[in-house]
T-cell receptor, first 114, second 113 residues
Framework: DAGITQSPRHKVTETGTPVTLRCHQT?????MYWYRQDPGHGLRLIHY???????DKGEVSDGYSVSRSKTEDFLLTLESATSSQTSVYFC?????????????FGPGTRLTVL | DQQVKQNSPSLSVQEGRISILNCDYT??????FLWYKKYPAEGPTFLIS?????DKNEDGRFTVFLNKSAKHLSLHIVPSQPGDSAVYFC????????????FGAGTRLTVKP
C-alpha cells in the first residue's frame, strides 16, 4: 500500500470555525490532490499540487485553500467552515499528472460541520 | 455539470455470475478512463484503466470495454465473488487538462453467496 496518511480521520466542528486537514505521504510523489466525496457526486477535485509551493484549483475550490511547503505534506484549509462542507475528504498522490498515472488514495477524513 | 455518469446506483448479482457496471461520459476530449473500487471506511483503489486508442483492456477477472462513438464504457467482472462487493467509481481525464480527473457518482455492487 502507498504510504499516505490523513489526519484527523474524523472531525466535528461548528460553522464559522477554521479547519485544517493534513495529508502526509512517504512515497516522494510529485503530485498531490484533495477530493471531497458526496452522495450522488462521486469524488470531486478541490485543489491539487504539482510540486512544493505549486498548487492549482480544481472543480470545487471555493471556500478552500491549500499549502505545500514540503514534498510530503499537503494541507487543506477551510477558512470558515460551512455546513455545505460536511463531507468525506480524500487525499491522493501520483508520480505524474493524473491522465496516465494511477492515483493512490488515503483513508479519508470525515468532516462534519454543525 | 456531471461529465461522467453512472446511472445505476446499485447492482446485485449472484456469486459466479457476471457483473456489468456501466459508465457514460459527455466530454469528447476525455482520452483516458479508469475504474476505482472502494470499500467502506477506506480510500478508493485503482482497479483497471483504458486509453482511448483501445476498445478493450483485460486484467484477470476484470475487463473494461470502451465505445467511443457512444461515449460509453463498461466494467465486466467474471466470475463475481463476494469480495468484489464494493462501490465502483468510473473516472475520466483529458490530456489537455490532465490533472482534472472527473469521477462518476459510483455504483454499489453486492455479490451474494
Amino acid at each position: 500500500d502507498a504510504g499516505i496518511t490523513q489526519s484527523p480521520r474524523h472531525k466535528v466542528t461548528e460553522t464559522g470555525t477554521p479547519v485544517t486537514l493534513r495529508c502526509h505521504q512517504t512515497e516522494n510523489h510529485r503530485y498531490m490532490y484533495w477530493y471531497r466525496q458526496d452522495p450522488g457526486h462521486g469524488l470531486r477535485l478541490i485543489h491539487y499540487s504539482y510540486g512544493v509551493k505549486d498548487t492549482d484549483k480544481g472543480e470545487v475550490s471555493d471556500g478552500y485553500s491549500v499549502s505545500r511547503s514540503k514534498t510530503e505534506d499537503f494541507l487543506l484549509t477551510l477558512e470558515s467552515a460551512t455546513s455545505s462542507q460536511t463531507s468525506v475528504y480524500f487525499c491522493a498522490i501520483s508520480e505524474g499528472g493524473s491522465s496516465y498515472n494511477e492515483q493512490f488514495f488515503g483513508p479519508g477524513t470525515r468532516l462534519t460541520v454543525l | 455539470d456531471q461529465q461522467v455518469k453512472q446511472n445505476s446506483p446499485s447492482l446485485s448479482v449472484q456469486e459466479g455470475r457476471i457483473s456489468i457496471l456501466n459508465c457514460d461520459y459527455t466530454n469528447s476530449m476525455f482520452d483516458y478512463f479508469l475504474w476505482y473500487k472502494k470499500y467502506p471506511a477506506e480510500g478508493p483503489t485503482f482497479l483497471i484503466s483504458i486509453s482511448s486508442i483501445k476498445d478493450k483492456n483485460e486484467d484477470g477477472r476484470f475487463t473494461v470495454f470502451l465505445n467511443k462513438s457512444a461515449k460509453h464504457l463498461s466494467l465486466h467482472i467474471v466470475p463475481s465473488q463476494p469480495g468484489d462487493s464494493a462501490v465502483y467509481f468510473c473516472a475520466a481525464s483529458a490530456l489537455y487538462n490532465n490533472n482534472d480527473m472527473r469521477f462518476g457518482a459510483g455504483t454499489r455492487l453486492t455479490v451474494k453467496p
